[in-house]
């Protein structure tokens, strides 16, 4: 191998791994998915020089690595880690500097010396490689480890340093490709190492390739030379790169071609070079690529004030890449082929994002990267609204505010799962971003981050470093005077729950009264020290009398107080609205005759006087407060009315989860009937107007509502769409081989279960039972997934559950019975027969499933826990005395039921009649 130490390359900053001990706001615990054991700090790297000979078409590797590592303190070993299939065959360790101690004493340098390697060390279960040595060596000692290895490169994962392969059209050669992907912590799968992102040092790296092949890695090419050993291979080294955590590190080899790329565009004074690869039958689809990442990387260098860091950036579109994430390596993205030529710039721009925030400055330890992505997501965010001038993006950030009101207004936040807690709370850190650049104003949040990375470049950070440059950018503005940016943050952050706010106006004296508490939705708000929890909390008001929308900071702050009085309101008849355009993620409740005026001016001609983020909000939050018990229906349902005249996507968007909530609530009861009339009669002049085909030209948002009304007036029982849905099932019905492959569209099929006759969903049933074993099985699932979940009556259900747990047909699986049970349990219909069927069928069944425990704690549970009033109640208490011991392991899970169907009960018996008395009024004034 070519020896890679002359002095040239030895003019290196001396980086070491700064000594920081404060901790950010805790994150930390509860979302780091990586469990890793620090290393001990005794000794720590400060340069690598590393080789590697990936070998596509053979699929292993070689390499060799030389780490400059001096002592922190005195000790016999070096720990690293390297992972256990990493086969390191050779271990040199040479001393080139004495300690402190020597080095006072003597003035001749120390001539390299061989430290002996005593043993190796490797931690069963644990990545580490420990190096014993036969001395203990004193602080400031520097030594080379000269590590050699070798490994398989992965086959079929897109993780470490992996390949896969395409075939050439032209000559139908297969071509191999090797690429690394070392997030978060995978260096180690491919060179020994201190693989934690706070070790930020200088690498050169050097790779080896076939003649006809070309080299990528983080930083541009220095030279190549021809290889000693083989003749059509080459070794290419890189030039060295800044500080620089091993997870940056990226490395790619292929025959990929590239864009042109025109260099003497002097206009923009570009200063780092772009281009974009993938393989040559592929790369026109990339035309617009380079495009995309100027002006994404020129936002970007506004945005930090700082330029893109490296001095080339390639961009890569792989073949098969598996990876749920494309990889940030440091100057060398990787992307899947149909994220790059994909209409949007999100993709792109959120890895662009991470150039700077990850790279450039590097949190210190995984936790941080939590607060590290949300605000990647933020600024990618900002970055794609600054780009983007059409509708696609402009649902940010609705779509996801929506589902973590949702999840956090749980009895159980985000269940068990920690990947949910995980992507809940980062979405909420990212809201707490934007509720800050709201509050603070645009100027000095930008300027704070720009504080903020100019400090922490080529270094890592906490979360407090952000927060700190934040609060010392506002003080500075003079735009936060009551606290600090870290205390307002920790209060949203540290916590799985977000707050309501209760507005309620004292008219005679112009005062207002806000409160603010835990937000819980679904019943009972049973929650423990649920009176602790509060927030700091901007309260942004807006005025009719005013109505100025374009200021967004907060009149107050409720600095954690549980209420506070707001004086200087407007007459009693005009609205306030508080919190505008979500920039808390929080909902607000009034009293009724605030909503009552604002429901009036929706009606107006005057609405699109309020920003439809924010008519989406009202109407949002008041189905959701009466959901939660909070509102009277009658008040929360008139703030639908305005819908008559409204088309803005955006603000029809809550009616559809609306219509799915609600109606799954009360379709036990009668006033189901009349709630799809209702949705009949308000989407059914929508959908008319919106045309059944899409017109050409028009934007997502109207496609969006086209197929969301469709579906839902299908739902709703809309004649046409019915009959649409079943004549395309009867050309499926009249083919001659009807198991071959299924015709129809998967929006026809719910449709036809539901409202179609018996002989249409027999034939359903059929498919499933002779689905050929060769065709995609998640079409079985689909079919048998609406079999049970969608039909209207019970004679349908009572025969699927005859063929499946009574005649055990052979072609059902105990998953697939698991699955109908779970279907059943989305319609009153479905889980009332479901019910009475265990009743019918006791002994029966639970004779045939013995043995299969889960299975009967599925079915008990999907057929008790559901029902929603008193005389759900009253059957299942009579089963529970009728069969009291016999329950066995599922014994817990009625005793839940009871308890949640009396409070499910007690929620239809005050809400029912208030929403019948409504829908009864709505109708008599707006049927035909
Ligand atoms: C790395 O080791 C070499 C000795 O081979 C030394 O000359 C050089 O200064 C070291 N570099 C750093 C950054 O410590
Ligand atoms: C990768 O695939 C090749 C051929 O497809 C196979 O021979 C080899 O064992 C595989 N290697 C690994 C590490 O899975
Ligand atoms: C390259 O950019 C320069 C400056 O913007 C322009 O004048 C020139 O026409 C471009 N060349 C090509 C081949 O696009
Ligand atoms: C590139 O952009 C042009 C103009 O915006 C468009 O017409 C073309 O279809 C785009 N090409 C690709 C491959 O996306
Ligand atoms: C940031 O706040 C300003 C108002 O200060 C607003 O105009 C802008 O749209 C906000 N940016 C984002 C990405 O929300
Ligand atoms: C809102 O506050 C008022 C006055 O403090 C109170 O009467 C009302 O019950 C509160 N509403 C809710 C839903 O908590």
Redesign the pocket.
Known sequence: MLDLFRASLLVILLVSVEARTRRSIDLIAAHSLISDTRLPREVTPNFYDLQLEPRPNEGTFEGRVRINVTWQEPTDKITLHAHEDLDIFKIIVTQFAPDDETEKASSTPLPPTEVRVMRIERVPKKPLYIIHLEKTANRGTQCIVDLTFKGNISNDTSEGIFRSSYVDPETKNRKWFVATHLRPNLARKVFPCFDEPAYKVPFVITVARQKNMVALSNMPLKNSEQMKEKSDWVWDQFQQTPPISTFSVGIVVSEFSNTDYNTTDEDNNWNYEIRVWARPDFI?????VT?KIRKSVKILEEFWGCPYPLPKLDVLALPNYQATRPADNWGLLLFKESEL?G?GSWHISQELTYQWLGSLATPFWWSDAHINNALVRYVTAYTTLKMETNESFNNWPMTMLYSIYYEFSKRYPHGKSTAIKQDSTSAKTELVFRMLNYTLGERTFKHGLQKFMADRQYKTFFGDDIWNALTEQAKFDNTLNESTVNAIAASWITKDRLPVVNVTRNYKEKSAKISQRVYLRERPHDVPDKEKFVWWIPVILIRQDSLNFSNTKPIVWMKKEKEITLENLPEANQFIIVNPEEIGPFPVNYDVQNWNMLAQFLCSENRAKIPVNTRAKLLHDAWNLAYAGDLSFATALNMTLFLKNEREYLAWDPVFTLIDHIGRHIDSSAVHKKFQTYVRLLLTPLYEELGEEPQEGESEGKAHLRSSSKVFLCQAGYKPCIEEAQAAFRKWMESENPDEGNPVSNQYICPVFKWGTSEEWEFGLQRVIKFPANRKQNERTYLLKTLAGCPNEAEKIERLLNITILEQNGNFTDNDIYLIFSMLTGSANGYTTLFNFLKKNWDTIKERFEGKLHLWNSLITSATTVFKTQEGLDMVSELYVERQTEFGTADFVIEKALKNIKEETKWSNDNLPVIEKWLDEYLANNSK
């Open positions: 026109t689809a990339l035309a617009n495009d030529s209409r």
